[in-house]
């Protein structure tokens, strides 16, 4: 008897746990994983420009106006720290961005986060690792996307075009930004110059889904001017994509 009763009470709990996680998720116009390199080809210099970079763009006046522009007038960011195979780190999680003041703290935490890695480049690695950001997050979107940014191939870890064709089976889309420096392949062997360069190489192997782009920073210095093209497009895309799902749903009731 008290067996039971403990079984119908744990059902009761879990069943009331469940409901409350179900109310708690927000609903946010995107849902986005910043995915940064720091692999070995990144020296102090890139990489403290990178961080600069994306801190600068969240916080860009245009692209607080772009969020604002949205149904619900926030999206939800995290960010990554990616190289090799096996190494990567959730450095912020999921936050959402609604203004100022969230932008603000989210950019500090960006400059003043330690690097994680010096190694190879795994770009599929990268992606798998946000997919799984994505599939965790505690907010519900229509549009999810992850922003791939980098200056050099895929080199370690398994096809970057299988990690990328998983996650937009997925409905994830895939943007890239490719940083165009030169490569001293004294101190990068395993770096190679791709034919077309970079940004076909990106958008032929990293990018995929519906909308998806590339964008080019001519050299680390342009970084964030760059990001803040992406993150506008990004923030776009996601109006237009959900009001083309919106018209198919209006047309689907007639």
């Not at 960010?79 to 950019?107: H, M, N, V």
């Amino acid at each position: 008897m008290m067996r039971s009763l403990r079984y119908a009470l744990a059902i009761v709990v879990l069943a009331a746990t469940q409901a409350h996680v179900a109310r708690a998720a927000e609903r946010v116009d995107l849902l986005l994983a910043l995915a940064m390199d720091v692999s070995r080809s990144m020296s102090q210099p890139k990489f403290q420009l990178q961080r600069e970079g994306y801190a600068a763009a969240i916080t860009n006046p245009q692209v607080l106006n772009a969020i604002r522009s949205g149904p619900h007038q926030k999206i939800a960011i995290c960010f990554i720290d990616w190289s090799g195979p096996g190494e990567q780190k959730l450095l912020i999680d999921w936050s959402t961005i609604d203004g100022p003041a969230s932008a603000q703290r989210f950019g500090d935490l960006i400059v003043r986060a330690p690097r994680s890695f010096f190694n190879s480049t795994s770009i599929a690695g990268g992606i798998d690792f946000s997919v799984d950001q994505i599939a965790r997050a505690p907010f519900e979107a229509d549009v999810h996307a992850i922003d791939v940014s980098g200056d050099g191939t895929n080199n370690s870890g398994r096809d970057v075009r299988a990690a990328r064709d998983q996650a937009v089976a997925k409905g994830i889309v895939i943007n890239g930004l490719a940083i165009l420096t030169d490569i001293n392949q004294a101190q990068n062997p395993q770096h190679t110059n791709p034919p077309g360069g970079l940004e076909k190489y990106y958008r032929d192997f990293v990018i995929g889904g519906e909308g998806a782009f590339v964008m080019v920073a001519e050299d680390f210095s342009s970084f964030g001017r760059a990001m803040v093209k992406k993150l506008i497009a990004e923030i776009a895309g996601t109006r237009l994509r959900q009001h083309a799902a919106a018209t198919d749903r209006n047309a689907d009731r007639r």
